[in-house]
Structures are given as C-alpha cells and as structure tokens.
C-alpha cells in the first residue's frame, strides 16, 4: 500500500520560506505523479504543484508560480515543496498525494492516495 508521510510545517513571517517534504513508501507500480495541495478553513482544497516521475515534468498551480518549487529525489523516494515569498494566504494544511498516472494535472480527485498533511502558517 502506498504510504505518504509529509513533513516540515510551521509558523513563518511573511516574506519568508518553508521547505516541505513527502516521503513515500510502498509503491507497487511504475510512473505515478505527485502533486502538493493545500487546504484552507472554509475552502476547498487547492492543487499546488504536481511532478511526474516519468521525467520529473513539473506544474504549477498561477498562485504559487515563481515562488514554489517541487523537486524531487528518487533515491530517497522523496518530494520536497520549496516555498518561498510566503503570505498569509498561503496559511493551510498541506498535504501530499500521489496516483499511479505518466501525468496528472491538479486535480484533487485524480489522486487516491494522500498523506495527513501538515500545518503551514503564515503570520507576523
């Protein structure tokens, strides 16, 4: 069963940075993607970014673009999130999800697998 475990929440200034990272575990099949999406209170959940394992294709939701990025490092079966610039409207649990498609866009009800998301909080 694939597992997704994501770390590296918390409280930052505006402005600042995090660095989030899923580990993953359990994969059964080849060429899955990954993709970071958010959750705030009272909203629906947001796609984020996406990377594809095939050939690290990456995807970026108009809100993050140029502040983000996804990366990823097979060797330890981990993606990261860099977010840089942040501001309070990027407050939200982040949560990490995969699905066994070459591609996958930023569609939340493409991927079946998720993580239990962390805490990101921006504010002074």
């Known amino acids: 069963q694939l597992q997704l475990v994501e770390s590296g929440g918390g409280l930052v200034q505006p402005g600042g940075s995090l660095r989030l990272s899923c580990a993953a575990s359990g994969f059964t099949r080849a060429y899955y993607t990954i993709g970071w999406f958010r959750q705030a209170p009272g909203k629906e959940r947001e796609g984020v970014s996406c990377i594809t394992d095939i050939d690290g294709s990456t995807y970026y939701a108009d809100s993050v673009k140029g502040r983000f990025t996804i990366s990823r490092d097979n060797a330890k079966n981990t993606v990261y999130l860099q977010m840089n610039s942040l501001a309070p409207e990027d407050t939200a649990v982040y949560y990490c999800?995969?699905?066994?498609?070459?591609?996958?866009?930023?569609?939340?009800?493409?991927?079946?697998?998720w993580g239990q998301g962390t805490q990101v909080t921006v504010s002074s």
């Open positions: 999800a995969a699905v066994y498609m070459t591609r996958a866009g930023l569609n939340a009800d493409d991927y079946p697998y």
